[in-house]
């Protein structure tokens, strides 16, 4: 098995995301998201893809005021890695990071579990924790604060869209003589290489 050369990335990207789906017990849709900290070290985390757009950006959503969401702030710079162990894949992007609309944070907001909406509310994401009961009363507070209707966004929760540079392929093989299939963004398409394992 080899990795099928297409002119554009994105197609090849959504083939192996819905096999992970298929092969993969839990998040198939799981990313290590690593920024930069405005001293310039690396910062590393795993969040969850919500979508993927036909230019290839890819989007997720946390708390901008977390700790990811500052650096972003302070850089832009992004690189997503998805690693799928049942079927012996990896995908990376690099690029850009920008915020979503309030219309799409609003949209997706919306089609989260209570729970989740709930908790974005409860949760000062990053912040330091004096015990976990203060953050269960947090949550008791605002499940009053909402009992009788939906959840609104709260205005620190939104999302990115990492529009990427480079999406490079990987795919397993023996004697570590790994497929890589790396593709560049060159105007307004694409051009790609193979790469030595």
């Given at each position: 098995?080899?990795?099928?050369?297409?002119?554009?990335?994105v197609p090849l990207f959504r083939e192996w995301l819905a096999q992970a789906e298929a092969a993969e017990p839990v998040n198939p849709n799981a990313m290590a998201l690593a920024t930069v900290g405005t001293a310039g070290a690396p910062s590393i985390r795993t969040v969850l893809l919500k979508g993927i757009e036909d230019d290839g950006a890819i989007l997720f959503y946390t708390?901008?005021?977390?700790?990811?969401?500052?650096e972003l702030r302070a850089n832009p710079a992004a690189a997503a890695c998805f690693y799928w162990r049942q079927i012996e894949r990896q995908v990376r992007f690099e690029g850009d990071t920008e915020?979503?609309?309030d219309a799409e944070a609003d949209a997706y907001f919306a089609s989260r579990q209570r729970g989740s909406q709930i908790g974005a509310?409860?949760?000062?994401?990053?912040e330091v924790l004096e015990s976990r009961a203060v953050l269960e009363r947090q949550v008791t507070r605002v499940e009053a604060r909402f009992a009788d209707g939906e959840v609104t966004r709260p205005p620190y929760w939104s999302g990115y869209r990492l529009?990427?540079?480079r999406i490079e392929f990987w795919l397993s093989q023996s004697s570590r003589l790994h497929y890589r299939l790396a593709y560049d963004r060159d105007g307004r398409g694409w051009r790609h290489c193979w790469l030595n394992p």
């Open positions: 098995m080899s990795i099928p050369e297409y002119d554009d990335p708390n901008i005021e977390s700790h990811k969401g500052r915020p979503v609309s509310w409860a949760s000062a994401q990053s529009r990427p540079r």
